[in-house]
């Protein structure tokens, strides 16, 4: 629940930032929680595509979306503008 709670900050500080979002504008938040796994989606209705070209990009210009990529089981982007990322549960 630690690295959720750490990619759910990174995820909403990057929306907030990035999204090219006005004053205002609501970045959602939605928790999906079974058995086995938490589903976690933030919605910003941004139109940029945040996902790196390659690895390189990856590792030094998006540096939020790498440290999800290691803490997170899967990830991906949203076609509504956003992150969605799943977590095991143990």
């Given at each position: 629940?630690?690295?959720?709670?750490?990619?759910?900050?990174?995820?909403?500080?990057?929306?907030?930032?990035?999204?090219?979002?006005?004053?205002?504008?609501?970045?959602?938040?939605?928790?999906?929680l079974?058995?086995?796994?938490?589903?976690?989606?933030?919605?910003?209705?941004?139109?940029?595509?945040?996902?790196?070209?390659?690895?390189?990009?990856?590792?030094?210009?998006?540096?939020?979306?790498?440290l999800?990529?290691?803490?997170?089981?899967?990830?991906?982007r949203?076609?509504?503008?956003?992150?969605?990322?799943?977590?095991?549960?143990?």
């Amino acid at each position: 629940m630690e690295d959720a709670a750490l990619v759910v900050s990174e995820l909403v500080t990057n929306s907030y930032k990035f999204a090219g979002l006005g004053e205002g504008s609501p970045i959602g938040v939605v928790l999906d929680l079974t058995e086995h796994r938490l589903r976690v989606e933030v919605v910003d209705h941004s139109i940029f595509d945040p996902s790196p070209e390659t690895p390189q990009e990856l590792r030094e210009a998006r540096w939020g979306l790498f440290l999800i990529d290691k803490l997170a089981e899967s990830w991906g982007r949203m076609s509504e503008g956003g992150i969605w990322v799943e977590f095991r549960v143990h």
